[in-house]
């Protein structure tokens, strides 16, 4: 499957933002989706997972209560609202897809995704 994020931008302290993640293929409801970021310096972080139908989703701490990611297996989209935006949300924000759900992992750095996106840049000014 290949995966295209859109939806990136500069946007001031306290706004909000839609990220959408593009993905080809038929078998997208197959895939359980994930967001991750990396800030300039920084490592890539797991930010925000969703299950094949949309009944689970998981997140990380930094972003639980603003971010929420959405799914629609009819259009094989997904989605990141993002809503208060800090500062320290600035990065490069991809869109990944992986057939096993990690669970705890997820938290853990105990994934390895099966397919990424490239980048989309989010920039959030103070």
């Known amino acids: 499957v290949q995966l295209q994020a859109s939806g990136g931008g500069l946007v001031q302290a306290g706004g909000y933002l839609r990220l959408s993640c593009a993905a080809s293929?038929?078998?997208?409801?197959?895939?359980?989706m994930a967001w991750f970021r990396q800030a300039p310096g920084e490592e890539r972080e797991f930010v925000a997972a969703i299950t094949w139908a949309g009944g689970s989703t998981y997140y990380s701490d930094p972003v639980r209560g603003r971010f929420t990611i959405s799914r629609d297996n009819a259009k094989n989209m997904a989605y990141l609202q993002m809503n208060s935006l800090k500062p320290e949300d600035t990065a490069v924000y991809y869109c990944?897809?992986?057939?096993?759900?990690?669970?705890?992992?997820?938290?853990?750095?105990?994934?390895?995704?099966?397919?990424w996106g490239k980048g989309t840049l989010v920039t959030v000014s103070s």
């Open positions: 293929g038929r078998s997208f409801k197959s895939y359980v």
């Open positions: 990944a897809a992986d057939v096993r759900n990690y669970g705890s992992g997820w938290y853990q750095g105990g994934y390895d995704m099966d397919y």
